[in-house]
């Protein structure tokens, strides 16, 4: 290959790099969908594309300078930017209620998947398909073999049906808290926006030495709250 084509790249590669960037991205956000969580498919499709198109831009972008003197040329440096700027959108995935946190698993996978991108950008389709295999590994595997290894604690679902009323879902998360119960995760079914109720849906680990009985009562005597059912 001569030197002043190494700099560019054709539409059907460049397209190649692209669609596999969108299959991989899917993969891993079909995963995180799939369980309910808050960055899902088209997020993570979007991320894995856009940090597949940075890293073509970064290599492929700037053909036209490389027969000038005095140019140094580095391929990787736009995309270097990707790694650290992810970090803001990983950080919206993020909910803490009381001491627990949530959403660090999702925030992770976005991250590896801007790498995943990158790889595929890169024209590294092997590493890119072995990473994402590796991933999806452990998210729904190993997810599962802790469940099983963990099995002393329990997880239960709590729903809630409570008024409409700001500050309700951090009233009901430190009650929980409070008693000891762990929240696993969050969701809200807001209903209509006419409805003046909504169902908050907590999963908790409960160990087995503790009883829920006495959160059921607890959650009973918040303000707003109608109804508490525990599966």
């Given at each position: 290959?001569?030197?002043?084509?190494?700099?560019?790249?054709?539409?059907?590669?460049?397209?190649?790099?692209?669609?596999?960037?969108?299959?991989?991205?899917?993969?891993?956000?079909?995963?995180?969908?799939?369980?309910?969580?808050?960055?899902?498919?088209?997020?993570?499709?979007?991320?894995?594309?856009?940090?597949?198109?940075?890293?073509?831009?970064?290599?492929?972008?700037?053909?036209?300078?490389?027969?000038?003197?005095?140019?140094?040329?580095?391929?990787?440096?736009?995309?270097?930017?990707?790694?650290?700027?992810?970090?803001?959108?990983?950080?919206?995935?993020?909910?803490?209620?009381?001491?627990?946190?949530?959403?660090?698993?999702?925030?992770?996978?976005?991250?590896?998947?801007?790498?995943?991108?990158?790889?595929?950008?890169?024209?590294?389709?092997?590493?890119?398909?072995?990473?994402?295999?590796?991933?999806?590994?452990?998210?729904?595997?190993?997810?599962?073999?802790?469940?099983?290894?963990?099995?002393?604690?329990?997880?239960?679902?709590?729903?809630?049906?409570?008024?409409?009323?700001?500050?309700?879902?951090?009233?009901?998360?430190?009650?929980?808290?409070?008693?000891?119960?762990?929240?696993?995760?969050?969701?809200?079914?807001?209903?209509?926006?006419?409805?003046?109720?909504?169902?908050?849906?907590?999963?908790?680990?409960?160990?087995?030495?503790?009883?829920?009985?006495g959160l059921l009562d607890r959650v009973r005597e918040v303000t707003?709250?109608?109804?508490?059912?525990?599966?």
């Amino acid at each position: 290959m001569e030197a002043d084509q190494i700099w560019t790249i054709s539409y059907g590669e460049t397209a190649v790099r692209l669609l596999v960037a969108t299959l991989l991205g899917g993969l891993v956000g079909w995963e995180r969908e799939h369980n309910n969580h808050p960055a899902g498919f088209r997020t993570h499709i979007l991320v894995c594309v856009g940090s597949a198109l940075i890293m073509l831009l970064s290599i492929y972008g700037f053909p036209q300078f490389m027969g000038e003197k005095n140019v140094r040329f580095d391929p990787g440096r736009i995309a270097a930017q990707v790694v650290s700027g992810i970090g803001f959108l990983g950080a919206g995935t993020i909910l803490r209620q009381g001491m627990t946190v949530s959403g660090l698993t999702t925030a992770a996978s976005l991250w590896v998947v801007a790498a995943i991108g990158l790889a595929a950008g890169a024209g590294f389709h092997f590493p890119a398909l072995l990473t994402t295999l590796l991933v999806l590994v452990s998210l729904e595997l190993l997810n599962r073999l802790e469940g099983w290894l963990f099995r002393r604690h329990l997880l239960k679902r709590m729903r809630v049906q409570v008024a409409k009323q700001p500050g309700k879902l951090g009233e009901l998360a430190t009650v929980v808290g409070s008693l000891g119960f762990d929240i696993k995760k969050v969701q809200i079914d807001e209903g209509e926006a006419e409805e003046p109720e909504m169902e908050i849906i907590f999963i908790l680990r409960v160990p087995n030495q503790m009883e829920p009985t006495g959160l059921l009562d607890r959650v009973r005597e918040v303000t707003g709250v109608r109804s508490v059912h525990l599966d």
